[in-house]
């Protein structure tokens, strides 16, 4: 017997089987904490990174297959963005695992992109709506709900606060919008929602930042709305509080978005905060098992990501956990068909389509409560959908509703046909769903 070479093989062996342990699952985190925008950049960002530290720390990584990352910066520039994403998707043992950009901008421009390099593009809780439809957008999740479904949930809240959906007719519903691609998302379904129930919407668009809103609120004094729906993003956010102050118009029929619906929103507003509503899929606080594991494996061994411990459970920071946590029972869930090793951004792909979370998941992975049961498919690439309202009290959100569910009925058909017409336009094949 040849005890050299067995023992040479025998090196080569351990040697391979030593990397492969030390390999870790690499997670681009393209953020924003400087600029306009960097309040809910570094709350959501320091919340996904607070959460790989927690599954590093408590669990030794996914199955054992630690979690790396790197930061690129991003101002949440989508020009920046894409910098990042070039810089950084094949970075890692198989590449990058996924990307989450926080920035509907961004996403747009990467559509295509994530396709060709087989890496899935999360959007959760934003981005185009239309590739909720998996036939279309292999490589693109918009989980947990989109800003269609969210807006039908909105409209059902201000039903009821009207004392029912037909006593929507008549009614005026100010669209007070983000000049982006963001902010003009909903501006079809909230046309369709309108000839549905008989209200009028009018779209205002604010340029951004949104410092300047006073030709813009004297509109919305001119038409004298019952609601206001507003659709900010940083400091346009807070601006508008005070304008609806100034002009008289009660915060109480205002209703925002969940990136308008954060404490950094409400409290740089002062009491003109007071009484305002925002739509979220999650709430604020930290009364939840997650919590009580962050601070006992993170924090209190300082590898905490927020320099401020106070905004840790603030809406954006929490936002950041859910948005991590999907992404690790995302990549748990493709180690079950391929193993528990590092995997490809392909490989992960199937793992976010065959995705389930129950309530009984939810409950052992500590966020009952904070997040909502998901089911992804083929054709649904959203899972959820359901959604939260909350008021602002000055001091903190109290919740008002429990889940309202959204109106599939109105919204997955629009999901289809827009992208079909985005299928034909680019000459994609629609995949075909068991």
Not at 95 to 115: I, N, P, W
Request: charge should be neutral; proline fraction near 4%.
């Amino acid at each position: 017997m040849n005890f050299k070479k067995l023992f040479s093989s025998l090196f080569v062996v351990l040697s391979l089987l030593s990397q492969l342990a030390m390999s870790d699952q690499f997670i681009p985190i393209p953020s924003y904490r400087i600029g306009p925008y960097a309040a809910g950049g570094s709350g959501f960002f320091g919340g996904m990174i607070d959460y790989f530290n927690l599954i590093n720390e408590r669990d030794s990584g996914i199955n054992g297959v630690k979690i790396s990352w790197e930061e690129c910066e991003t101002e949440y520039r989508t020009e920046k963005a894409l910098a990042c994403y070039e810089r950084l998707k094949n970075k890692g043992e198989k590449g990058a695992s996924l990307f989450q950009f926080a920035s509907t901008g961004a996403t747009y421009a990467l559509l295509e992109k994530s396709r060709a390099d087989k890496i899935p593009l999360l959007s959760m809780g934003y981005g185009r709506t239309d590739s909720a439809d998996g036939r279309v957008f292999p490589y693109v999740f918009p989980l947990i709900t989109t800003y269609w479904s969210q807006n039908t949930a909105k409209i059902k809240f201000i039903g009821q606060q009207e004392g029912g959906m037909d006593k929507l007719k008549g009614k005026v519903i100010v669209n007070l919008h983000h000049g982006s691609g963001y902010g003009r998302e909903t501006i079809p379904v909230l046309d369709r929602q309108a000839q549905i129930y008989g209200f009028k919407v009018i779209h205002v668009e604010v340029s951004p930042p949104g410092i300047n809103q006073q030709s813009q609120w004297l509109n919305v004094l001119r038409v004298q709305p019952d609601w206001v729906i507003l659709r900010g993003w940083g400091v346009m956010s807070a601006v508008a509080l005070k304008m609806a102050e100034k002009m008289g118009f009660p915060r109480e029929r205002m209703v925002g978005v969940w990136w308008s619906g954060a404490e950094e929103d409400v409290i740089p507003a002062g009491k003109a905060a007071i009484g305002y509503i925002a739509a979220g899929f999650h709430p604020s606080g930290t009364g939840f098992p997650v919590h009580d594991d962050l601070k006992r494996y993170v924090y209190d061994r300082g590898l905490g990501n927020m320099q401020d411990i106070s905004r840790v459970g603030s809406i954006y920071h929490n936002r950041g956990l859910i948005t991590a946590m999907i992404s690790v029972e995302g990549i748990r869930r493709a180690q079950q068909k391929y193993g528990p090793r590092v995997l490809s951004g392909e490989e992960i792909r199937w793992g976010f389509e065959n995705l389930k979370l129950e309530p009984q998941a939810i409950t052992q992975l500590g966020f009952y409560g904070l997040a909502q049961p998901l089911s992804v498919s083929c054709t649904d690439h959203e899972g959820g959908g359901a959604v939260k309202f909350s008021q602002w009290d000055g001091e903190q959100w109290l919740q008002l509703t429990d889940w309202i569910e959204s109106d599939q009925s109105i919204v997955r058909p629009m999901i289809e046909s827009s992208a079909a017409r985005y299928a034909e336009l680019n000459e994609i094949p629609l995949r075909e769903c068991e």
